[in-house]
């Protein structure tokens, strides 16, 4: 079954906390010269025009990336993102919003590696279509969790992997806590970040306490909710779980809330947390 497109959400106040915290990671990388690789397991389609149907039919990115684009604070790894943003927008128009494989082809160095993998038949074909100049790229139509196994440890043995399944089947966080399990056993010093969204508080929590009993060190749990829990109605927020993050990523992701989640809340009871689940 895929049925999902990301064309409906992107630039969402989802993505606005995945990417921010995706490029935060990978400038984090960037401090050091030796090249690393940027694994993306669920990719997408790699860039989303914003005055398209679909992306116009929900209007989502207005509830994110919309309320940020002409952010005037001082804050510097939200000045970041919007930057980032704003290198795929010719004009002051927002007009275009950059996946998570574009954001990492914008940010890494031609030295560094990018893989990635997308099932869909139609998104596919898109995403290979933007990588034909990178030199160190793999962009494979092929299961995340396979794609997982065959291209893991990276030769750099440093890098960040994105892990960012549409949740379509409830099967699909046993089967994100089993990928993660054997991904980490093949490369332990990986940097793995894996969105998730909020939509039933004890799901959440349930899915939280699945990855923290696999017993893997350092995790961090980044989450925003624009809108109060609502017990199975809709996504009210979402999150980011981030095994071997930055030392920096708790202290700047603390910064960056205390800053966006008033920016992007829909109500008084909107929530964050940056919680570090289990030590080094
Ligand atoms: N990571 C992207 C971004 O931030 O721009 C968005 C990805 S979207 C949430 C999830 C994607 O996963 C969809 O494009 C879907 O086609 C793809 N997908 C679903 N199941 C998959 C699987 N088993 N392996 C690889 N891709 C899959």
């Known amino acids: ?61 207005q509830t994110g990336i919309g309320k940020l684009w002409n952010y005037q604070g001082s804050n510097a790894d939200i000045k970041a993102y919007v930057d980032t943003i704003r290198r795929v927008n010719d004009s002051d128009d927002l007009a275009f919003y950059p996946g998570s494989p574009k954001i990492a082809d914008l940010l890494c160095r031609a030295t560094d590696t990018i893989q990635a993998t997308e099932l869909h038949p139609s998104d596919q074909p898109i995403l290979a279509s933007q990588f034909q100049r ?27 992997v994105l892990i960012d399944p549409p949740y379509e089947l409830k099967t699909e966080y046993q089967d994100l806590v089993k990928g993660l399990q054997q991904a980490y056993q093949r490369f332990p010093q990986g940097t793995y970040a894996i969105w998730y969204p909020v939509i039933e508080r004890q799901a959440v ?15 961090l749990r980044i989450e925003y909710s624009p809108l109060p829990d609502n017990e199975g109605f809709g996504m009210t927020g979402s999150g980011m779980l981030v095994i071997n993050p930055p030392f920096t990523l708790k202290q700047d992701m603390e910064n960056c809330l205390q800053e966006l989640a008033p920016l992007l809340s829909q109500s008084p009871a909107a929530q964050w947390q940056v919680t570090q689940l289990v030590d080094e």
């Open 205 to 219: 929590e349930s899915f939280i306490d699945a990855l923290v009993d696999t017993q893997i060190r350092n995790q």
């Open 134 to 160: 990178r030199k160190f790229c793999r962009i494979e139509k092929m299961d995340a969790w396979a794609g997982l196994r065959a291209m893991l440890p990276p030769l750099s043995k440093r890098g960040l």
């Open 1 to 61: 079954m895929l049925s999902y497109r990301h064309s409906y959400h992107a630039g969402n106040h989802a993505d606005v906390i995945k990417h921010l915290v995706q490029i935060c990671i990978l400038n984090y990388l960037k401090r050091k010269d030796k090249p690393f690789c940027y694994h993306d397991t669920h990719a997408g389609a790699g860039l989303y025009s914003l005055h398209s149907e679909q992306a116009q039919k929900t209007a989502e990115y």
